[in-house]
């Protein structure tokens, strides 16, 4: 008929791709998008704010101690004259990679938890489940303390100083944090494997484990995305608690929340100095937080966005 054109069918497959309707449902989060760039802004500030900002972490001027904010020094001193900014950016790198590691952990072992019990129907997944609810049950700052107290020196001596306590903060992290991503991937599970295309792959001949790789979990991650994102925000937290309880990483390793830690005796001739590091954990939980809403939003077809 003239006059009318018809689309290619790759020109459909663009306009109407998962990918680019998900990203036009999170566009319409708006504070979704804002945290996306103030967490973006925080970790190029992290990655390239060394190559910017040379001041030394630990160059010690003792007459400047405890200045404000100024051209020389914009985000102050600490009392023995260390640039706070400096500080900032290399405990910041610190800090977000012990989130994103101990995310990484609870993520993992949640995932190969939660997909074992959804997929079995006898007493594995309940054992499973059980062995879920009794991690879930336990206080879990008074057994994060006991696991520091007790593996940090060995862990220390193997790996050194700042190696051994990352390693074993990330593991004790994200070991206590895989439990509700664990609940949460084995009820997708339920649901899933009863759908008709799950059936009639099993109806074909296809494995469990092709089941599970190919139609289940890749219909299941976006939960799992989700969850990922609380997880990351939940671990900058329990990472600043233990360094403001004095029990994480080395006085020498200003991370975010050892700034805290070591700001806190000076509050009221020195605010600066736990004002800026307390901002931007602030900033950067809040923001993760928001992503994750975002996608939570972006991610689930039944919402009408």
């Known amino acids: 008929m003239a006059g009318l054109t018809l689309a290619s069918p790759s020109a459909e497959r663009g306009v109407y791709s998962p990918w680019r309707e998900t990203w036009r449902r999170y566009r319409r989060h708006r504070l979704a998008v804002i945290s996306a760039f103030l967490l973006l802004v925080l970790v190029l500030a992290v990655v390239v704010g060394p190559f910017l900002w040379r001041l030394k972490i630990n160059d010690i001027d003792i007459v400047a101690g405890l200045q404000g ?55 594995l997944g309940h054992g499973l489940m059980w062995l879920t609810d009794l991690f879930l049950s336990l206080p879990q700052l008074p057994l994060l303390l006991l696991l520091i107290y007790l ?47 799950v059936e009639a792959a099993r109806a074909l001949g296809a494995s469990p484990v092709r089941q599970v790789v190919r139609h289940i ?73 928001f992503i994750g809403d975002g996608l939570r939003d972006a991610l689930d077809a039944r919402r009408v966005i």
């Open 69 to 123: 904010p100024s051209l020389a020094h914009p985000f102050g001193t600490d009392d023995l004259g260390q640039d706070i900014l400096a500080r900032m950016i290399y405990g910041g790198r610190i800090s977000l990679a012990v989130g994103l590691a101990a995310m990484l952990v609870s993520v993992v072992v949640g995932t190969l938890i939660g997909s074992l019990a959804g997929m079995s129907r006898g007493a």
């Open 151 to 197: 593996f940090r020196d060995g862990l220390k001596q193997m790996f050194g100083p700042e190696g051994g306590i990352f390693i074993l903060i990330v593991l004790v992290i994200g070991g206590l944090r895989w439990m509700p991503v664990a609940r949460l991937v084995r009820a997708q599970f339920l649901s899933i494997r009863e759908k008709e295309f």
């Open 217 to 289: 979990l890749p219909n299941a991650v976006g939960p799992v995305i989700i969850a990922g994102t609380i997880d990351v925000a939940a671990a900058i937290i329990a990472e600043s608690t233990l360094s403001f309880l004095g029990l994480g990483f080395p006085p020498d390793t200003p991370t975010w929340g050892r700034l805290l830690f070591d700001a806190k005796d000076f509050l009221d001739i020195g605010p600066h100095w736990a004002l800026f590091p307390g901002g931007a954990i602030f900033i950067a939980v809040v923001a993760i937080n």
